[in-house]
C-alpha cells in the first residue's frame, strides 16, 4: 500500500483529490488541512509521498518541506498547487521537493506524477521545462570569479528594484502575489551572497547586469 498525505488549507481541494486518488487500490490518502498540524502526522506515521500546497497561511508550502526533509532526508515531497511555481523553482529544489503537480491535473496526471515520483523520476510542466532551456542573463567577473545566472523573471524584478519600487509596486508591475515576490527576492538575495535589496542592487551594478540607460 502506498500511503500518501495531502496538506491543503482549502478543504474542497484536499477532500477532491483524496476521493480522486482513492481510485487507485494501492492508494491509502490521509488529508490535513492545517500545515502546523502536518509535521505531528508525519512524525508519528510513515508516508511514502507527501503532497503540500505552495501558497498556506501560517506554514507555507516550501517551509514545510524544508521541516519535513530535515526530519526525514528520504522522504519524497511534491508541491501540489494551482500557482505558476517558476518564481519559486530554484528554492523549492534547493530544498528538496521531489517534483511539482498541478491543481488542474486530471486525475490520470496525478497518479501517474505520483507513480514517477516514486520511481525517482520527476514530470515537469511543459511551461517550466521551456523556462528552464532558457539560459538568463549570466554574469561572469573574470576580475573576482564571480558568475551569477538571473531567470527572465529576476532580470524583471532586479530592473525593477534598480528603479526605486516598492515591494507593493514591484508586485503590481509583474502582476505577481506579494508572496511569490518575496519568495523571488530571496532567491535572488542567495544568488548574489547578500541579505538586503540595497547590496543585491550593487552587487548587480558591480557585475554589470543593470543596463546602462538605468544608471543614469
Known sequence: MINIL?????LSIIE????????????????????LNAMNLIKLNHYDVLL????????????LAKQALAYNPEL??????????????????????????????????LVAGIRSALRQQVILPLSLVRELRRPGIISDSSSSNEKVVLTS?????????SRGKSTREIASTLAMS???????LTNLYQKFGVRTRVDTIAKAKKLGLIPEEELK
Open 52 to 63: 503540500f500546497d505552495l501558497y498556506m497561511p501560517h506554514l507555507n508550502g516550501l517551509e
Open 6 to 10: 495531502i496538506v491543503d488549507d482549502h
Open 76 to 109: 519524497t515531497v511534491l508541491i501540489y498547487t494551482g500557482f505558476d511555481i517558476k518564481p519559486h523553482f530554484n528554492l523549492l529544489v534547493e530544498a528538496g521537493v521531489s517534483g511539482f503537480l498541478s491543481k488542474t491535473s486530471s486525475r490520470d496526471e
Open 178 to 184: 506579494q508572496r511569490s515576490l518575496e519568495y523571488s
Open 153 to 161: 523573471n529576476e532580470e524583471q524584478i532586479l530592473l525593477e528594484l
Open 16 to 35: 477532491g483529490t483524496k476521493m480522486l486518488l482513492e481510485q487507485e487500490p494501492d492508494f491509502n490518502i490521509t488529508v490535513e488541512n492545517s500545515s
